[in-house]
């Protein structure tokens, strides 16, 4: 579904992300983990086309990232949301299912409405939203298309306790429905018990790639040991 082949985005003389190759395949959560600044958000960027890359190959669904074909199959939630100061909840679902070409979007719409407890904001103007109901008007956004890949940047940060555990069951009914997830986060205990494959990222590089148990037989060989224990000794300071 995604391939990312050699991916460089550079600042001036600094490599934010460096050379990095991976896939993910239908059906699968992957967690994309890294202390801040580790090139998170600038590699999810450049997958979804915010940022131009450096070098380097992404295909999605075996479409070039940019092209329109390649859109058409995914959805991203960024880590500070965004919505339209003048736009209702109502209407940012009714936007992007025209914008997607979205059939009978209204029972999909408030069926996410209700998940996120935002039916009774339906009516309520983006800019009077707090950033939590902001987040929660991005996911619901997204998850609309019905996409076979999402981005999830940061997706629990500004979440109550209800919509974490509420977007943690939508990641499992989506990976049962064949769906691709990538989630980018530094909240280790958010992705632990969903994500089928763990992605370590630091300085621009990928230091593992695996399930979290065969992560834990090449790095702690303890299996009493946590994915935070593996996160901290991947990225400790040598």
């Given at each position: 579904m995604l391939n990312v082949s050699n991916l460089v985005k550079r600042y001036g003389k600094q490599n934010a992300v460096n050379n990095i190759s991976f896939q993910l395949d239908g059906g699968e959560v992957v967690g994309l983990l890294g202390p801040n600044g580790a090139g998170k958000s600038t590699t999810m960027k450049c997958i979804v086309g915010l940022l131009r890359k450096t070098s380097g190959e992404i295909t999605i669904g075996g479409y070039d990232h940019l092209s329109v074909e390649a859109k058409k199959l995914f959805s991203f939630i960024p880590e500070t949301p965004y919505?339209?100061?003048?736009?209702?909840?109502?209407?940012?679902?009714?936007?992007?299912?025209?914008?997607?070409?979205?059939?009978?979007?209204?029972?999909?719409?408030?069926?996410?409405?209700?998940?996120?407890?935002?039916?009774?904001?339906?009516?309520?103007?983006?800019?009077?939203?707090?950033?939590?109901?902001?987040?929660?008007?991005?996911?619901?956004c997204a998850l609309l298309p019905d996409p076979q890949l999402l981005f999830f940047d940061e997706p629990m940060i500004g979440l109550d306790p209800k919509a974490i555990k509420n977007t943690k069951r939508i990641f499992k009914e989506l990976k049962e429905a064949g769906k691709t997830i990538l989630v980018s986060t530094h909240l280790i205990d958010s992705v632990e018990t969903i994500a089928d494959r763990?992605?370590?990222?630091?300085?621009?590089?990928?230091?593992?790639?695996?399930?979290?148990?065969?992560?834990?037989?090449?790095?702690?060989?303890?299996?009493?040991?946590?994915?935070?224990?593996?996160?901290?000794e991947l990225t400790k300071d040598v």
């Open positions: 919505v339209y100061d003048l736009l209702t909840v109502q209407e940012h679902l009714q936007f992007i299912a025209q914008a997607y070409g979205v059939k009978n979007w209204k029972e999909r719409g408030g069926e996410l409405l209700e998940i996120y407890d935002l039916t009774d904001k339906a009516n309520k103007l983006g800019r009077d939203l707090s950033k939590g109901m902001k987040q929660k008007v991005s996911i619901c763990i992605m370590i990222l630091k300085d621009g590089n990928i230091l593992g790639n695996d399930t979290i148990s065969n992560l834990k037989e090449q790095f702690v060989n303890d299996e009493n040991e946590s994915l935070e224990d593996i996160f901290l």
